[in-house]
């Protein structure tokens, strides 16, 4: 491990002491490989940090158990046994978090783990994933609604059938629009917001939702339009969305309609990109969990082939926003520019190089390697 203390156990962290903490859970498939790739980017990144904001370093906190992804639940197990470790492991990984940030860690790293369990835990925790898309001089700032509907919900089991049951609540569709207008203050700075649209099936909850919203409107004193996501689809393809749209949707539109959007919004492959996901519930104290947008790829592990770009794009974000590294994400973003101009990428971008091939050329590309080389070039990363 290059860099950065490496504890296994929460109790064994400092987590009162001056050195930024930053969590870490790993999953099954190509999880341990992207686990390395993060510490090792973080690590090195946060090695520039100023001896007054801490020393130096940062201490990453890893997550005792290795969460499954679905191939490695599938595999060997029946139906019962998959309700039972996915049961668990969203048990585990709930209860990590809740002590994590109860001892004022603010960020997580999660590389994919078993969907089920996870949006077990996103209900529990409330959370929403925020992206902010960009494209020819228009944004987009997407709020997915991950602590309520049929991804959250949970499943019986009888002869033949499953039967899942979900929830949605004023309460939490109040607090999902309450930070989703948040970040869009955050987003564009000078409050022009463009249009505000949330794409749910209202139509199936009798006239429930619908009702939160409008009266969401009034609360907020903005105008919030809500639509069913096919209008939204027809609406997008007649004549897009206009400028600084703040998009809040359920996640069962949202998820599948991802890849859409970043065409029209973003400039890069789901498997390069990373994302940001809030937890609502004030006991989390707003914890933020990064993880790539791309899942477990089971059928890369161990071989050093999986893409790293978006887990490096998270250490950046992890770097900058809760390490004390300003200036961290412009540094990576330009050292990655500088690979694609080499040619240095793993084979599912058309390239021939390993996972860590492309590691150790964008570290040399940063001009840093871990906690004993030189200081960084402030300029290289915005500023002192």
């Known amino acids: 491990m290059s860099g950065g203390t490496v504890r296994e156990a929460v109790g064994a962290s400092p987590l009162g002491g001056v050195r930024p903490v930053i969590g870490l859970a790993v999953g099954h498939g190509t999880g341990p490989e992207l686990a390395d790739v993060f510490e090792r980017v973080l690590s090195a990144l946060a090695s520039g940090r100023p001896e007054g904001a801490g020393g130096g370093g940062v201490d990453v906190v ?43 860690t603010t960020a997580v790293f999660r590389t994919a783990i078993n ?34 509907g049929f991804y959250t919900g949970e499943n019986t089991h009888t002869a033949g059938e499953v039967t899942r049951t979900l929830a949605f609540s004023r309460e939490i569709t109040g607090a999902v629009v309450e930070h989703a207008l948040e970040r869009a203050r955050r987003a564009w700075p000078d409050g022009r917001i463009g249009r505000i649209v949330m794409a749910y099936k209202f139509h199936l909850l009798d006239g429930a939702f619908d009702a939160w919203v409008a009266d969401l409107s009034e609360r907020f004193g903005v105008r919030i339009e809500v639509f069913q996501p096919d209008t939204v689809n027809r609406n997008l393809l007649a004549h897009g ?8 949707a359920g996640n069962e539109w949202a998820d599948i309609m991802h890849v ?25 104290r707003g914890l933020v969990e990064y993880q790539t947008v791309h899942g477990s790829a089971d059928d890369l592990a161990g071989r050093d082939l999986v893409n790293p770009v978006a887990t490096v794009r ?24 500088v ?37 960084r070039d402030a300029a290289l990363v915005g500023g002192p």
């Open 62 to 104: 890893r997550s005792p158990r290795l969460y499954h992804s679905y191939v490695s639940l599938r595999r060997g197990h029946d139906v019962a046994a998959v309700q039972r470790l996915t049961a668990e492991d969203a048990e585990h990984y709930e209860a990590w978090c809740r002590d994590l940030a109860g001892r004022g």
């Open 260 to 284: 859409m959007l970043l065409d029209r919004y973003g400039s890069d492959r789901q498997e390069n990109r990373c994302t940001e996901n809030v937890c609502l519930d004030p006991a989390l």
């Open 241 to 248: 969305l206009p400028d600084r749209t703040l998009l809040i």
């Open 115 to 148: 969907a089920q369990s996870l949006y077990l835990v996103r209900r529990r925790l409330r959370a929403v994933k925020v992206d902010l898309l960009s494209a020819d001089g228009r944004s987009l700032l997407l709020v997915r609604d991950q602590a309520q």
């Open 339 to 375: 690979l694609d101009e080499r040619g240095v990428r793993t084979p599912d971008l058309g390239g021939r190089h390993s996972t860590g091939d492309v590691v150790d050329a964008l570290l040399d590309a940063l001009d840093v390697s871990g906690p004993d080389a030189a200081p």
């Open 314 to 337: 998270a250490a950046a974000l992890v770097a900058e926003h809760h390490a004390g590294c300003p200036g961290a994400v412009a540094a990576v973003e330009t050292a990655l520019a």
